[in-house]
């Protein structure tokens, strides 16, 4: 059960995987990515290797919550919703975001018809994916603690008790330190640095 805070991802290109039909060849990837230039990148670069094939079929989802999420599904001159959509719906089956998963077809010679495409396309994401290493990461708000040198021992206190992640520090007379906490513990954290008067703390990241 994956928690509201927490999201499903990949953090590495997959292997390449072949799926065949009447001699078609679907050749599939799964990549973690997160803006849209970056998925026009990696689809360059697969054509670059992938020259004479006919089609780069493709589809990518972005976003850790659902009101961030942002997806988009392309078909590349195969029948509508026959490759992109079929393509969509692994990522959606094994509820990963952050990725884009790309399906190169080779004709084969022999027209598989649009349910052959649909099989196909989603039969070739569904194998890249299951060659990715799916993985969950929790949903992080990043809080700025300034603080007096004085303060020192109080605030380190409370990052250990609460087990939390330091991202940058400095510390001089004036004290500056970035933690990161899961959404869930949030507000609690924040509640517990801003009671007290003499130590500052503010959002980073929304």
């Known amino acids: 059960m994956i928690e509201k805070d927490s999201y499903k991802t990949i953090t590495k290109s997959s292997a390449e995987v072949l799926f065949k039909d009447k001699n078609s060849k679907f050749y599939a990837y799964a990549f973690p990515v997160s803006t849209e230039e970056k998925v026009k990148v990696t689809i360059e670069t697969l054509k670059k290797q992938h020259h004479s094939a006919r089609h780069f079929c493709y589809a990518y989802q972005f976003g850790k919550q ?11 001159g195969e029948p509508n919703n026959s490759a992109g959509m079929p393509i969509y719906g692994q990522i959606q089956s094994f509820g990963v975001t952050n990725i884009l998963i790309v399906v190169v077809r ?72 970035e933690i990161s906490v899961r959404m869930k513990n949030a507000d609690t954290v924040f509640e517990i640095f801003n009671s007290f008067h003499q130590i500052n703390i503010r959002v980073l990241n929304d």
């Open 66 to 76: 659902d009101k961030d999420i942002t997806f988009r599904a392309n078909d590349d």
């Open 106 to 177: 080779y004709f084969g010679g022999t027209k598989l018809g649009v349910s052959g495409l649909i099989n196909a396309y989603k039969t070739a994401a569904q194998m890249a994916l299951e060659s990715s290493k799916v993985i969950v990461r929790t949903i992080n708000l990043n809080y700025l603690i300034t603080f007096d040198y004085k303060n020192m021992n109080k605030v380190m206190r409370i990052i250990k008790e609460k087990n939390l992640k330091i991202i940058n520090q400095t510390l001089e007379v004036k004290c500056q330190i």
